[in-house]
């Protein structure tokens, strides 16, 4: 009888499971389907600006948010997924063409993935982009081998300056200026204005 | 208990395609000669620290994944959060043979500084998907 009785209840378990998981995973597929129709679009991108201009009044994105599903799972499974808009194409193509040594990591991909990744970053990249701020990160520092860094860039230099490194590599909540999204708590969202940082164990910085 | 545990567990990895995908991966490293795989020994390599000429610190897989496959990791560089490894954790694990042989290649060599062989990843494969 208990033997029957944990047989049903195994067999409801069962057929409860595989619904919900199929539910969300077509969830998934209806969603990725959207994501790739935006992908590329900038019509898709201003009506993502505009939303977010609603939702968070007196914000806007400076850098248009990366929406691209594969950049999402190749690079931003590891770090910040840095917007297209942050570095000029040239610089993009430097950091594709070297991913077996990234920074001295190993961010090798099969060259379907990385034509593809290296297509939307050179698309969307900041030298192509209609937004100022997004626009101010295409001069590269001159003469210079390293692989290119958004933190190297003279507008980042100049726009981060007054902040000490006590806050940044000395702090546990942030560790490095790489990490954006520690202090620009909408930085995924592509803003990155002043009045909504806000430094791990510090507090707000608008100065 | 043991029966209706392992049943269970079952219909998560046939509803999730991560079962299929498995056997088909691990199908592939059969036919270049490696084989049988044991999870122990994915268990044992885990773990096992690599020097690199990139960093002080000694490198394992558990240096971002950690030692319990169930809960989430951490990127130990840039400190992102990395979803848990394991698939009763995480049914969309290994259910995408490419995606296991991108982040193979690249965490093989981040790790042992070389790539792993057939049946070292047929070890790993077989402790992820039961740790």
């Given at each position: 009888m208990k033997k029957t009785v944990t047989?049903?209840?195994?067999?409801?378990?069962m057929i409860v499971s595989i619904g919900t998981v199929m539910s969300g995973s077509e969830r998934w597929e209806r969603n990725e389907e959207a994501h790739r129709e935006d992908a590329g679009s900038s019509e898709a991108y201003e009506r993502e600006a505009g939303r977010m201009r609603n939702e968070w009044p007196g914000s806007r994105a400076d850098v248009t948010p990366a929406q691209d599903a594969a950049y999402h799972s190749a690079c931003g499974a590891c770090h910040f997924a840095y917007q297209p808009g942050l570095l000029p194409g040239s610089a993009w193509t430097r950091i594709m063409d070297s991913l077996g040594d990234h920074y001295g990591d190993d961010a090798s991909l099969d060259e379907a993935q990385s034509a593809e990744i290296?297509?939307?970053?050179?698309?969307n990249a900041a030298d192509r982009s209609?937004?100022?701020?997004?626009?101010?990160?295409?001069?590269?520092?001159?003469?210079?081998d390293a692989l290119p860094r958004v933190?190297?860039?003279?507008?980042?230099?100049?726009?981060?300056?007054?902040?000490?490194?006590?806050?940044?590599q000395g702090n546990t909540g942030v560790g490095s200026f790489s990490n954006c999204q520690s202090c620009h708590r909408n930085a995924?969202?592509?803003i990155y204005n002043e009045h909504q940082v806000v430094i791990p164990g510090v507090g707000r910085w608008d100065d | 208990m043991k029966g209706t545990l392992h049943c269970?567990?079952?219909?998560?990895?046939?509803s999730t395609g991560a079962y299929g995908s498995v056997q088909d991966i691990l199908q592939g490293y059969a036919h270049t000669g490696a084989g049988p795989f044991d999870p122990a020994a994915g268990k044992a390599a885990w773990v096992k620290a690599h020097r690199s000429t990139h960093s002080a610190e000694p490198r394992s897989c558990s240096s971002c994944h950690g030692t319990d496959l169930t809960r989430a990791g951490r990127h130990v560089k840039t400190g992102k959060p990395i979803e848990p490894l394991a698939v009763?954790?995480?049914?969309?694990?290994?259910?995408?043979?490419?995606?296991?042989?991108?982040?193979?290649?690249?965490?093989?060599?981040?790790t042992l500084g070389r790539d792993c062989t057939p049946q070292e990843k047929g070890d790993f494969i077989r402790?992820?998907?039961n740790p």
């Open positions: 047989l049903i209840a195994l067999g409801i378990l290296r297509r939307y970053l050179t698309a209609a937004l100022s701020r997004s626009r101010a990160f295409a001069a590269l520092p001159a003469a210079n933190t190297t860039t003279d507008y980042f230099r100049r726009e981060h300056s007054e902040i000490p490194t006590r806050f940044v995924d969202a592509g | 269970g567990l079952m219909a998560i990895l046939v009763s954790a995480n049914p969309s694990r290994l259910s995408d043979p490419h995606k296991v042989e991108t982040w193979f290649r690249r965490n093989c060599r981040w402790y992820i998907s």
